[in-house]
């Protein structure tokens, strides 16, 4: 029973849907203020029924009822409680109702905390929202439909979640992931409605800034979870393989990296109008093409769902239609909401503009890199791979050009300033990087020049913000007046910027200095890694909820100062028989200590194992979540949270005038 | 005495049995033949699997030809010529890192043509909106180019 | 005007995009042509299976054949096996390499199963296999009269995979060769 109120839960959905995306639109097309005044309460009513149907798919999980043929493919009776909730989300079918949960999540939030927004522009927004809703729901109950049954003759018992999901990573990293991609809806929805409003002002882009903030955070977050488990899941101590389905969260991460930037300038300085509206068009059309990167099969990928052209087909057809009828919108309306400000060659607007330029470079390398094994073969011209050397040795050196800019920005002025003052301003701060950049590294040896460089970049970096900070702490007579001057804006950025360096450290540091060894081990031996005694105790079998596993006890000691006890796992599931690696891993905040086991060697208990050791390599995930907190932090700042009674006259003129 | 050590383990992998599957443990004769061991099997792509490097792999023939990659290193052979081997065997698609040439060519360069086009949308940019801003300041006298200033920094101070 | 192309720009950018994407929903990624394609059987010198002699690549000259990659433990190759030796008695000749697979075993397959091969090449290690850019079984090469790669299938050859791919280009092959 439960399955179809959930069925009938999405299809109610569907059609409320269909009206936001409809009956407001028209409204604001015909200025019918009744029109338009439903879209919130659609809203509100797409959230309540797509939850309905969330949790009645949840509810047969949890319940074990495999009747339903997606409880029986991907889950099992033995699944711990926690895996068979996040199971929920480890499929095609049950990913999308939790992407049309975060959607209509967004939309609800849209309709609730917008009431400063003229209903003119709030009423377009959500139903632009609304017409995305239609396009997933109906993906979902035309060709995914989570809630098809085996009657009769249900299975026994499921089989199984794929062990490999069987982790907390499962829990967070899609909800997190998805709160990113479908957030750029958020901001997609308000470029659209400026283009059809054929008005953009800086009120737009102060509405439009904390939806983007928020949203960015959230994938940011989700990126960085992807790596982190990776990393401790697959065994190898990787942690980014430029594999499609990555790349396909990263390139709005780049263009939404884009899009925040540039509407600090369009709220600022009323400018880069046309471009804000485009980035905010691409980072959304680039969450969409991720969906349909991963569900068509067109790509292969270790990520990727069980594929089927037939549902690419519809993704397809559906991306054709946002993204198709979106840059037609923009290419007939853009110059009616382009801005002729001007601004000198040196100024914090140029800066910027390197800024958009160099991620859009990026983003565009990366969309290449990842289709053109697909363009080379839907030219009949063979097979060839794209991977991890290619986009390392293209994408590395435009962040390598990026940073020199990133550290003038924060200090430098908007319209027009002068390269004399920069050199004023951050002269110390470039000579104290270059001197960190040739130092520092002899901390670690060997000394390794790449390493050299990130240091002097993120030095820079650093440097750079603390002069800036201790500026506008001095400017003002009193440190607490002028600490007044560091708005939640601007610390925002410090901690965001604070966390980029701290990730490009991180990322150097670790590809750099990792040291891997692969040998056989015995209980009783041990071996020398990087200054630490890995030595093989004993091994012994454990058993867990529903697997069995070979354990080996590891006890690392560093100078005969005992470091850690470190128990790797070769786990065999019950109910699928399948063999994982789990590894173990001791962290830390300067270095990682890694060890995973591979096959035993012959019958005397020794087993073939991998040691790693990687400095650094947590600061690359805790400067993504540096960057997370600048964000949040920035959304906080007052100018938005300032409840303005909504300007009669204005709404008036929004209403005739647009 | 580490050497030693993994000298012994040698000898007792070479000697056991070919139950090794995932992690092999092959012994170079040379500190950078394992470190061109590692990054080779980073840049050969598993021709069985779903978008793995053979380092990462355990497939059976990711095994074979990390094994087959270690013998070619003992032998003496240059990184391209291991690469060319496979590739006459296994076809371009082996290769992560494309060669330069035929279709490829497009993949390099495109970095290369987007970042020049990038410089120059840059400079076209500012080269339209700079202008007006030198014809709107020059005409200001001596004197009200410094208030501005004033004011300018003022509002920035405050914002 | 120049203005306004700029502005198509991403549309027409996308255009090609969904363009490229359509026609790579009827590809296949994971299917991979043979690097060997046009190119004569690599040398090689292995024993038979179950006879005293070793094998080269002349021994596979004369005809058009089909090169069978098979294995004792390969669970396809069991499920291939009973249409090989239908086309066998067709009179195909067909030739089977023995990929890192156990001499005993592999006998004890053939007597028990039928032998649709003309000889098999024990590729013990699996060397010929990886000169072949072999990377599973079962997998089916079709050679013509002189030792040349002409097609390679990946997967179990059964009546389809025959009629649509194989035979045609077997018929073509064996015609040419046999025009003056």
């Known amino acids: 029973m439960i399955p179809e109120i959930g069925h009938f839960a999405l299809i109610i959905a569907l059609c409320l849907a269909l009206i936001l995306a409809l009956v407001p639109a028209w409204g604001a097309w015909r200025g019918n203020r009744v029109a338009m005044a439903l879209a919130p309460s659609l809203a509100i009513g797409l959230l309540v029924f797509i939850g309905i149907s969330f949790s009645c798919l949840s509810v047969a999980f949890l319940q074990d009822d495999f009747s339903v043929k997606l409880v029986a493919s991907h889950s099992n009776s033995l699944l711990p409680p926690i895996y068979k909730f996040s199971a929920v989300w480890g499929n095609h079918e049950g990913s999308l109702v939790l992407w049309a949960l975060i959607l209509s999540l967004w939309t609800a939030a849209v309709a609730v905390f917008s009431s400063q927004l003229p209903l003119l522009v709030l009423s377009r927004v959500l139903a632009v929202m609304g017409a995305i809703a239609v396009g997933f729901l109906s993906f979902s109950l035309l060709t995914s439909n989570p809630f098809a049954r085996t009657l009769p003759g249900a299975p026994a018992d499921g089989s199984d979640l794929n062990p490999l999901l069987q982790d907390p990573g499962l829990i967070i990293h899609p909800p997190l992931l998805y709160m990113g991609y479908v957030g750029f809806s958020v901001a997609f929805s308000f470029a659209i409605a400026a283009l059809l409003g054929g008005r953009l002002d800086a009120s737009w882009a102060r509405w439009s800034r904390p939806w983007t903030n928020i949203a960015w955070a959230f994938l940011s977050l989700g990126i960085m979870l992807g790596s982190w488990w990776a990393y401790y899941e697959l065994g190898w101590g990787g942690w980014w393989f430029w594999d499609p389905v990555e790349n396909a969260s990263f390139m709005p991460w780049l263009a939404g990296t884009a899009l925040i930037h540039s509407l600090a300038a369009t709220e600022k300085r009323g400018l880069f109008k046309s471009w804000t509206v485009l980035l905010a068009i691409f980072a959304f059309s680039l969450s969409l093409l991720g969906t349909f990167l991963v569900r068509s099969g067109v790509l292969t990928s270790v990520h990727a769902f069980a594929t089927d052209p037939a549902r690419g087909m519809f993704i397809l057809v559906f991306l054709a239609i946002v993204v198709g009828g979106s840059l037609t919108l923009y290419a007939v309306r853009a110059p009616a909401v382009s801005s002729r400000v001007t601004f000198a060659w040196v100024s914090r607007e140029s800066l910027l503009l390197c800024n958009n330029v160099v991620f859009l470079v990026a983003v565009l390398t990366v969309l290449f890199g990842t289709l053109f094994p697909l363009i080379v073969d839907a030219l009949g011209q063979g097979k060839v791979s794209v991977g991890p050397p290619y986009f390392n040795a293209v994408f590395v050196p435009l962040m390598a050009l990026l940073i020199p800019v990133m550290g003038l920005g924060p200090v430098s002025r908007w319209k027009s300033d002068a390269v004399s003052r920069w050199r004023h301003e951050l002269a110390i701060p470039a000579v104290l990087a270059v001197l960190c950049g040739v130092t520092l590294p002899l901390l670690h040896a060997p000394y390794n020049v790449w390493v050299a460089l990130a240091v002097l970049l993120s030095s820079w970096l650093v440097l750079g913000l603390a002069r800036d900070v201790w500026q506008r702490l001095r400017s003002r007579p009193g440190v607490a007046r002028g600490r007044g001057r560091l708005t939640p804006g601007y610390i925002g950025m410090l901690i965001a910027h604070l966390g980029f360096a701290t990730s490009v450290i991180g990322i150097v540091a670790t590809s750099q200095y990792s040291i891997e060894h692969d040998l056989k081990m015995s209980p009783g031996e041990s071996q020398v890694l990087a200054g630490y005694e890995f030595r093989f105790v004993a091994l012994t079998q454990v058993r867990g909820a529903n697997f069995l596993a070979d354990e080996a006890r590891f006890e690392v000691t560093r100078d005969g100062v005992s470091v850690a006890a470190m128990t790797p796992q070769k786990r065999r599931y019950l109910a699928s028989g399948q063999v994982m690696t789990e590894a173990a891993i001791d962290a830390g905040l300067f270095r990682d200590l890694y060890v995973a086991m591979g096959e035993p060697v012959g019958d005397s208990g020794a087993w073939a194992m991998r040691l790693h050791y990687k400095p650094l390599v947590r600061w690359m995930w805790l400067g993504a979540i540096l960057m997370a907190v600048g964000a949040f932090t920035a959304v906080l700042d007052q100018r938005y949270r300032r409840h303005r009674a909504p300007v009669h006259g204005s709404s008036e003129v929004a209403l005739h005038g647009a | 005495m580490t050497l030693l050590r993994l000298l012994l383990l040698a000898g007792l992998v070479l000697g056991a049995a070919r139950a090794l599957a995932l992690i092999e443990t092959y012994e170079f004769s040379k500190p950078e033949l394992e470190a061109r061991y590692q990054q080779l099997s980073e840049e050969l792509r598993c021709p069985k699997c779903q978008n793995q490097n053979i380092a990462d792999s355990n497939a059976p023939i990711a095994q074979d030809l990390r094994k087959l990659l270690h013998q070619q290193l003992e032998q003496g052979a240059s990184d391209e010529e291991i690469l060319d081997y496979m590739v006459a065997r296994y076809g371009e698609f082996v290769r992560y890192r494309p060669r330069f040439g035929g279709s490829a060519v497009a993949l390099w360069l495109a970095p290369v043509l987007l970042f020049i086009a990038g410089i120059a949308v840059v400079l076209l940019t500012l080269r339209s909106r700079a202008k007006t801003t030198a014809a709107g300041t020059a005409a200001l006298s001596a004197e009200e180019q410094a208030r501005l200033r004033a004011l300018l920094e003022k509002v920035e101070r405050d914002s | ?180």
Not at chain 3, 153 to 167: A, I, Q, S
């Open chain 3, 1 to 180: 005007m120049g203005h306004r192309l700029k502005l198509f720009l991403p549309l027409i950018l996308f255009t090609l995009l969904a363009i490229t994407l359509f026609r790579g929903l009827s590809l296949d990624p994971s299917e991979m042509p043979s690097a060997l394609i046009d190119r004569p059987l690599p040398a090689f010198s292995l024993p038979a299976l179950g006879q005293a002699r070793t094998l080269t690549e002349v021994d596979v000259l004369g005809q058009v054949a089909l090169l069978n990659v098979w294995a004792t433990w390969c669970v396809s190759c069991r499920v291939e096996h009973p249409y090989l030796k239908q086309l066998a008695d067709q009179g195909i000749p067909i030739f089977g390499i023995n990929y890192k697979d156990d001499d005993a075993a592999a006998q004890r397959w053939l007597d028990e199963l039928g032998n649709p091969y003309r000889f098999n090449i024990a590729d013990r290690e699996g060397s010929l296999g990886l000169d072949l850019g072999v990377y599973g079984a079962p997998e089916t090469y079709l050679l013509d009269a002189k030792g040349v790669v002409r097609y390679r299938h990946v997967g179990v050859v059964d009546e389809n995979v025959w009629r649509t791919v194989l035979e045609p280009l077997y018929r073509e092959l064996t015609t040419q060769g046999s025009a003056p």
